[in-house]
Structures are given as C-alpha cells and as structure tokens.
Nanobody, 125 residues
Framework: QVQLVESGGGSVQAGGSLRLSCAAS????????MGWFRQAPGKEREGVAQ????????YYADSVKGRFTISQDTAKNTLYLQMNRLKPEDTAMYYC??????????????????WGQGTQVTVSS
C-alpha cells in the first residue's frame, strides 16, 4: 500500500502562484508513475500532469502546459506541482495519485492505484 498526503493548497488571485506537495509513504518502491488530477464542482476528475518516477519523463494537459510544472524529490518521496499564472478556471480540488504502471501521458484516472485526500485550490478573478 502507498499513502499519499497533499498540502499547499489555498486561495490566490488570478496570475498568482502556488506549489502543491504530495508526501508518499509505504510501498513507494512499487510505483512507477505519479500524477496530479483535479476536480471542480459538477465536473469529472481530470488529469493535470504526470511523471514517470524512474526516468523523470513528464506530461501535461493542454490546459496547463507552460504554466504548471510537475517534479519529484525521490530522496524525500515527495511530488510537487508548481502552478504559475493561475486562472479562475484552475479552481478545483487537486489530488495526488500513484500508479504501479509506467505510463506515457497518463491522464486517465483509471490507471492509478493510490490516491490522496486532496487539497483545495481557489483562484479569484
């Protein structure tokens, strides 16, 4: 089992920045991909960014390319999402996820085995 705990959410004005963190514990050796997802009220959960924990390849949803950066600190078992130039439409609950699969452009939630509880991001105009 892998446990994931997100932090770093909050309220920010449009154009601002936030950095989300996801601390992983447990059987982290079994994970090959990690990702960030988000879910706004009344909408489905959507993939935002994904990283392969071994090689470090990264993938992004078109809506966040050039603004968000996913990264990892393997020594700390921590995943990050740096979010810049935030927009009101980025408002959502953000979830960290981990997968036993090594994925390419892993934006489908079905590919993930472990989930955190989420951290709220609110962007005001």
């Amino acid at each position: 089992q892998v446990q994931l705990v997100e932090s770093g959410g909050g309220s920010v004005q449009a154009g601002g920045s936030l950095r989300l963190s996801c601390a992983a514990s447990g059987s982290t050796y079994s994970t090959n991909s990690m990702g960030w997802f988000r879910q706004a009220p009344g909408k489905e959960r959507e993939g935002v960014a994904q990283i392969n924990t071994g090689g470090g390849s990264t993938y992004y949803a078109d809506s966040v390319k050039g603004r968000f950066t996913i990264s990892q600190d393997t020594a700390k078992n921590t995943l990050y999402l740096q979010m810049n130039r935030l927009k009101p439409e980025d408002t959502a609950m953000y979830y960290c996820a981990a997968s036993r699969f090594r994925m390419v452009n892993g934006m489908n939630r079905l590919g993930y085995h472990y989930w955190g509880q989420g951290t709220q991001v609110t962007v005001s105009s």
